[in-house]
């Protein structure tokens, strides 16, 4: 069994040296517990294999010259993952009532449970927080021109990703059903409805008829909290596929490096 | 061997013989191999279809689901002048409270002001708080006799007709009439319609969609709310 290496302990709190009569080789219980973690590890992997496939995620290669820039999808995923967890539990007390009751228990939230206002705060600022880090992302991977071959799929997923971004947006302005909530939201629709042809019907898709009702409300949560996020966290996984399988692009002002043989010519 | 015929063959012979299929017997021109893998797919296919078209047609319904007419009254004849409208609260959605009702102006039919050719048997002018542009709340100014909505500066005059900002159309009207009520005549409003610019009637549209010219046809009729 490998074992781990020990970790830096004062040595008054260091293990005693084992006696005589222990000291003949035996594996005791204590270094099994040491080394628990490790076989916990071994056993899982010796059955799913997956300690290949998360090096092949986590140590990868990336070019000279990577810099902060490149951690704003990373960011833009934490702000999704803030949201889908802040969202799960604010869920935990939204209802989704249009004669009174989504407003009523927003309020609740906001002025009755304890740290309520502070979660729907991460939630209704990370939104926006979301939003900017999906555009600064967006800004970096084009002037950085990483959306060209082979990537352009990635650009692709990503403008996806933008697009169902701005649907929870849209959907999520709804849900505390106050003023602002409804009026924004019927321009909205009628924004939506401007289109020729099939604007009308689609403006009757997202009200669930001619007006907003109660229809609209518990579409727009369904949409919010179901439908969307599903499709968004699957689309992260195809982007973050794509981008260990394709790996990152080099800053645009970084220099090719030489090749040796030239080098060793020039020379 | 001769190869045996690719399903994407056109010229694929219908004997059998053809089809060189090994141990094939009289009249098989398919490989069962072929046969099962179609069979495979067409059973996901239907397990497939069997619940997103019935999630679909769920989810566009209320496309198609048409709206049920209705009168509200809102007051008596006597409570409403002929130069100057009068605020009421009718419900335009029913069943969720005070989220679906909404302001409508209502004054008597004038017949030195009203003068356009097509509404004839309307005995009250009732005119919807709801901006032809997006759909904000217009307010009813008296001393400017103008309707003026907050959000992108919408102008209406008296008869709801634009007179200036972005709004493609009049603000929309709804139908009245009288009822007696314990002998009292009482002012009802009915459904709504929209105008185009020449106070002609049509099937209530959106705001945001004109129905001057190709309007009407751009932005059609919808079965969810027609007149």
New interface residues.
Partial sequence: MPKIPTPPIPAPLKAPPPRPQESNGAVRPVDHAANAGTAVVDWVDERTSLSGAARWMMFRKVPKGTNWFYTLGSATMFAFLNQAVTGVFLAMYYRPDASGGAYESIRYVTDDVFLGQFVRGMHKWGSTVMVVLVFLHMGRTFFFGAYKYPRELNWVIGVVLLILTMVMSFTGYLLPFDQRAFWATQVGVNINGTGPLVGPYLSDFLRGGSEIGATTLSRFYAIHMLLVPGLIAALIGAHLYLVAKLGTTAPPWSKAEKDPELRESEA | MPPLASKHDKHASKYTLDRNIPGAFEGETVTRRHFMTGSAHAAGAVAALSFTLPALGF??G??F?S?PHVWETVGPTDMFPDNNYIPTVIT??P??????KGLVYVRQKNPAIDTDPYDKNTPYIAITSRCAH????VRWVPAAERFICP?HGGVYDLLGRRVAGPPPRPLDRFYTRVVHVDGTPMVQIGSRFSVNSELRRFS??????PIDGLGQY???S?P??RR
Avoid: F, H, N, Q
């Fill in positions: 989810a566009i209320p496309i689901k709206k335009l959605t069943g969720i409270g005070e989220a679906g997006l759909g904000c709340p959000c209530p549209r959106d705001p945001g969609e751009a932005y059609p919808r969810s709310i």
